[in-house]
């Protein structure tokens, strides 16, 4: 294709926005102009781009009709804001805040549900849904044709860097502290995080569910198209700075073919399966990687309907970036 | 009570035998002569009690037949080695190694099943087990009577301390060296442990279950005396030092009224309940404490037979130590 493509990204200053600029480099993504946009404190930045510093303007101010394609990757109060302007462009978006309605704007992971972008009405709207989602969709999607899956208990524990730069900031100081022995002032989280486990991430509703817990099982839900799947998911924030890690259990109604299991998920795009016996890690596997490591595959101790794995992915990469611009890979076949 | 017992710890210069040694004193345990034991190389070491040093000497040369109650705190090994003789001299055994065979010391924990040891002959022998295992019977034993639990899915967070204190000086050394930006040469753990997580503790067998997922799932059924419950165990090395930490999902064949469940962990012994919104952590509430904390108790996102709960427990205290004590405060009652 020698057709390319004006785009902006919204939130260009954050964690997901820096990055997912740097994939579009790094995939030669046809990109003509680069329109680089965050809100009035952080426009005046600067981020490379094809070795050009690439000066972030006011999305306030910016006109979308001068785009083909956004992504939004700011919070959702900026997508609400700004997107029905983008759309009224006749622009298409990628949403990474998970602030649209799926009717709107349905969750997106290619590897498992990119039949849904041949229904879209322009201009395109999709979302990329939440890093748990995406990476469990990664994984499960291409086991739907080897197991009957009927439930889904997941434990994340998750890197503090999805809170963003504040947070990972905040890790290495209240760490550098507890190893001087000096007293802990905890400041972006509540209570310590170095050497420490928060089991809950955000605040939960009255039934004691958080946010991102529902986001994963209804993103969930919605890219496997299966809504009546069962989901149990405890969210944790863990004292890692990159790389969320997915422990999960799988129960089927019928015995698992182990064999089969390891034969799908060998073959599977954005799937990397480690040796039985080795076991993949935030830190020494998924940082800085376009795929979700896999391990510890087994059946129950003794049910061979439950199926046991262990994932691990970049979670502001894979989980984030990476998908929005594989969807925008997918989307711009039908953008001309 | 006014008779007291001469008492052995073998294993006394380890964590939980140091730990062990504490207790009896906190607890005014009726200890009259403590003999403290452990191999050669740890042998002349001291350890205090009732404000005085106890010299700890070799278990290879002890005789058994000073003491009523002997302590096996070191590993399997061990037990295996002078459990016999401990036996033989009549002698009265609690071990805390996993090495005994259900038949010959069964497992208990004294808020779970501290009927079985009615039915015990003398010389008594009990096992004390895993603290994972004794962690969830603690909580699960008083939710027998609310639900009827079919399944346990649980995900350990284990802190380092469970592999003794060499494991807790290397997560310090690795966690001063990455802040110091110097190399990491991982020692004794086979990879980066510091912002890390390994998700697999010990070598797994042929299926890819570990030792410690295998005590698990056999121990706690012992001690729920529900020799066929499903149970689905991740165990994984968090890089955390004191408390391990289980995201626990449970599912009963009929709906889980919350209230009685929230009723049933308030009354429990050995439990505490932290209120709902707020969760426990293995720092800010387990260290150090006697008590099992849960929280997050909570139903499916739509399925009312799904009840999912977030422990925290001090391993080497609540885990290990104090409740091979609770179980020798019941058995010296029958010892006399």
Redesign the interface.
């Known amino acids: 294709m020698s057709q390319s493509f004006d785009i902006a990204v919204v939130g260009a200053t954050g964690t997901v926005g820096e990055t997912l600029v740097q994939i579009l480099e790094e995939r030669d993504f046809p990109v003509a102009n680069l329109h680089l946009l965050a809100s009035s404190e952080s426009a005046g930045h600067s981020v490379p781009f094809r070795g050009k510093n690439v000066r972030v303007r006011e999305v306030d101010e910016f006109d979308f009709s001068k785009v083909q394609l956004v992504f939004f990757a700011a919070g959702p109060a900026v997508t609400l804001s700004f997107a029905p302007r983008a759309t009224a462009a006749g622009c298409a978006l990628i949403d990474l805040s998970g602030a649209l309605p799926a009717e709107q704007a349905p969750q997106v992971v290619p590897e498992a549900n990119s039949s849904v972008l041949a229904g879209l009405k322009k201009p395109f709207q999709v979302s990329s849904p939440s890093a748990s989602a995406t990476t469990l969709a990664v994984v499960l999607a291409p086991l739907r044709d080897v197991l009957d899956l009927q439930r889904v ?1 997941v ?1 994340a ?1 998750l890197a503090v860097s999805a809170q963003g730069r504040e947070a990972v900031t905040e ?2 100081r209240q ?2 502290e507890l ?1 001087n022995v000096r007293p802990l002032e905890p400041r972006f989280f509540d ?2 995080m170095a ?6 991430v955000g ?2 509703d009255a ?3 958080t946010l991102l ?2 986001r994963l ?1 209804r993103e969930l839900r919605e890219v496997m198209a299966q809504p009546l799947l ?5 969210c ?1 924030q ?4 990159f790389g969320d ?1 997915f ?1 999960v ?1 799988l129960q089927s109604t019928k015995a698992i073919d182990l064999a089969a299991v390891n034969a799908a998920l060998e073959a599977a795009p954005g799937v990397e399966l480690v040796e ?2 080795d ?6 596997d998924a940082v800085g990687q376009d795929v979700v490591y896999v ?7 003794d ?1 061979p309907t ?1 199926l ?1 794995l ?1 994932l ?1 992915s970049d979670n502001v990469r894979k989980g984030a970036a990476l998908n929005a611009v594989q969807v925008a890979e997918l989307l711009i076949k039908d953008l001309v």
Chains 1, 2 share one sequence.
């Open positions: 208990t434990t524990s890790l290495a760490t550098a190893l209570r310590q050497f420490n486990l928060l089991a809950q605040t939960p039934q004691g569910h817990e529902k099982v069962k989901i149990s998911a405890t944790v863990a004292p890692v700075f890690s422990s259990t039985a016996g076991y993949p890690t935030p830190v020494g391990g510890r595959v087994r059946s129950g101790v049910d439950e046991d262990w691990t």
